[in-house]
């Protein structure tokens, strides 16, 4: 099973980048899929997550900046990040779980991308 996390880069404050990550390896409709971001010198945390059923729930920070859909004809989870902050800098993680549920804590999930950076200047 294979995670693999792209799209991250530099951007302004105010821009926008859109994460994929491309699953191969697992019968991906039927996995939960979040992305998480770690912060230099912070705890990993959640950022979104969709379920099978493509219902989507959001941490309060990125509420109304970031959106987070799935093609599973394409295997592949999307994170659309708009009026991006100095704040959203972090390494970004997508990873997947068999189970749906919670979105935290991080060991509910199976698999874990190699994480794509995002660095937001102000």
């Known amino acids: 099973v294979q995670l693999q996390a792209s799209g991250g880069g530099l951007v302004q404050a105010g821009g926008s980048l859109r994460l994929s990550c491309a699953a191969s390896g697992v019968t991906f409709r039927r996995y939960q899929m979040g992305w998480f971001r770690q912060a230099p010198g912070k705890e990993r945390e959640f950022v979104a997550v969709i379920r099978w059923s493509a219902t989507t729930y959001y941490t309060d920070a990125v509420k109304g900046r970031f959106t987070i859909s799935r093609d599973n004809a394409k295997n592949t989870v999307y994170l659309q990040m708009n009026s991006l902050k100095p704040e959203d800098t972090a390494v970004y993680y997508c990873?997947?779980?068999?189970?749906?549920?919670?979105?935290?804590?991080?060991?509910?999930?199976?698999?874990w991308g190699q994480g794509t950076l995002v660095t937001v200047s102000s």
């Open positions: 990873a997947a779980s068999d189970v749906s549920g919670s979105a935290w804590p991080p060991a509910r999930y199976d698999y």
